[in-house]
């Protein structure tokens, strides 16, 4: 599932005409390039949400070939956030083993491939794709990396799911990445709009919830300021387009 249904206010002006899916990286759409990624790593269905601007984003997914079928969560009367967007979904979803979960505004070089064995030989309710990078939010983890915490360095605000040890512990940054056994859904209890993290810490306190460490490249797209930080990373260069 791609979640694609956010406003994109920070991409603005370049999302007062279109929703933040269609805003160009690369010379394709941040959808195209997401799209490709999975495809290439085997999925053969993809499950994409939309809010802003749903009818073009509807009408440029009946007009592309992506190479798989694409179906479409509408969400165009409230958007639900990631934990509500897999909810609102779960009728085109639950009939998956496992499920790849990934954010339209991430760019990276992680192979999608291997987190997905690691996922699927684990045992894991969810395992959450995280860096060791500098991020005002991270997500804690004990020595067999298994989420315990979430802590906002910026405000102080934390939510601990189980006790760890703070010298052993591992606080890493969320990649905007995961992938969820399809038996999430007997699991969930919330409704209406709330977050996969939420979600996530939630469940850890019972189920193995582990973080996959990744390292390479990564982006955020989600901003003019990191659109054009992730042009210079991935390609050298600073053209807008």
Known sequence: ??????????????????????????????????????????????????HHFPQMMKEYIASHDFGVEVGI???????????????KARTLLKNEPHLILYNVDIFCDIDIIKMYDRHVNSGSL????????????????????????????????SKTSRPYDEAT????????????????????????????????????KTEKIHG??????WADLGSIDKLAAAKKLFFNSTSQE
């Open 73 to 87: 969560s509408d969400e165009s009367e409230m958007l639900l956030d990631t934990g509500g967007g897999i909810w």
């Open 169 to 204: 512990s591992h606080p890493l940054a969320f990649s905007g990445i995961s992938i969820v056994d399809c038996g999430i859904f007997n699991k969930i209890t919330e409704r209406g709009k709330f977050s996969l993290t939420d979600l996530y810490l939630r469940l850890a």
């Open 212 to 217: 996959y460490l990744h390292a390479g490249k």
């Open 1 to 50: 599932m791609i979640f694609a249904a956010g406003l994109g206010t920070r991409l603005a002006p370049l999302t007062d005409d279109r929703p933040k899916a269609l805003v160009e990286f690369n010379g394709r759409t941040m959808l195209e390039n997401v799209a490709a990624k999975l495809v290439n790593a085997g999925c053969s269905r993809l499950i994409v949400n939309v």
């Open 126 to 157: 969810a395992t959450l794709a995280v860096m060791e990078r500098k991020s005002t939010r991270n997500l804690i983890f004990d020595d067999t990396m298994q989420l315990c915490a979430w802590r906002n360095l910026t405000t102080g605000e």
